[in-house]
């Protein structure tokens, strides 16, 4: 058998774990021909889209995950607690930026210590239905600084698709 020919089972159909064998080998959607069959598996498998109407008010989470990047970037609070509120372009980029902050702080023999802020009253718009933009300021002791969080809609949930710590 060539890795191009699907895997059939002796009834004539194909398992779960066959299609799955072939999706990965060949790249192909597992039925149909062509790139429109392939659009549409792929689309189908994606991110849904959500309405805001179906979706929680988004206030606490901003807050919270706005607490949680900046105790990130200080090195009080584990990446791995905000994995699944954040899309994998954030997670990516705030992998980055807490491990150069982490090796700052280890250059300075600076310890890691939980800042003291305060967190703003978030601002929030509504661009379009299923994303949310806010900012919030947040305070501390040394400094102010600005958060801004794109929230979407995605799989009957929000998910943040965009941080900036200003």
Same mark, same amino acid.
């Given at each position: 058998?060539?890795?191009?020919?699907?895997?059939?089972? $002796?009834?004539? +159909?194909?398992?779960?774990?066959?299609?799955?064998?072939?999706?990965? *080998?060949?790249?192909?959607?597992?039925?149909?021909? #062509?790139?429109?069959?392939?659009?549409?598996? $792929? $689309?189908?498998?994606?991110?849904?889209?959500?309405?805001?109407?179906?979706?929680?008010?988004?206030?606490?989470?901003?807050?919270?995950? +706005?607490?949680?990047?900046?105790?990130? %970037?200080? #090195?009080?609070?584990? %990446? /791995?607690?905000?994995?699944?509120? =954040? +899309?994998?372009? =954030?997670?990516?980029?705030?992998?980055?930026?807490?491990?150069?902050?982490?090796?700052?702080?280890?250059? *300075?023999?600076?310890?890691?210590?939980?800042? +003291?802020?305060?967190?703003?009253?978030?601002?929030?718009?509504?661009?379009?239905? #299923? =994303?949310?933009?806010?900012?919030?300021?947040?305070?501390?002791?040394?400094?102010?600084?600005?958060?801004?969080?794109?929230? /979407?809609? %995605?799989?009957?949930?929000?998910?943040?698709?965009?941080?900036?710590?200003?």
């Amino acid at each position: 058998m060539t890795a191009a020919q699907p895997l059939v089972v $002796e009834t004539g +159909t194909r398992t779960a774990a066959a299609v799955s064998a072939t999706t990965v *080998r060949t790249g192909a959607a597992p039925h149909g021909r #062509g790139s429109h069959a392939r659009i549409a598996h $792929e $689309e189908f498998f994606d991110y849904q889209q959500t309405s805001t109407a179906d979706l929680p008010d988004p206030r606490p989470l901003v807050e919270n995950l +706005t607490r949680c990047v900046i105790e990130i %970037l200080a #090195g009080a609070r584990d %990446l /791995e607690q905000v994995a699944r509120w =954040v +899309t994998d372009d =954030v997670y990516r980029t705030l992998l980055l930026r807490s491990s150069i902050s982490a090796r700052a702080r280890a250059a *300075r023999g600076a310890p890691t210590i939980r800042p +003291t802020f305060s967190v703003g009253t978030p601002r929030i718009t509504e661009p379009r239905d #299923g =994303v949310i933009e806010a900012v919030v300021i947040v305070t501390s002791r040394a400094r102010a600084r600005a958060v801004a969080i794109r929230l /979407e809609g %995605l799989d009957r949930r929000w998910r943040a698709s965009a941080i900036t710590v200003l």
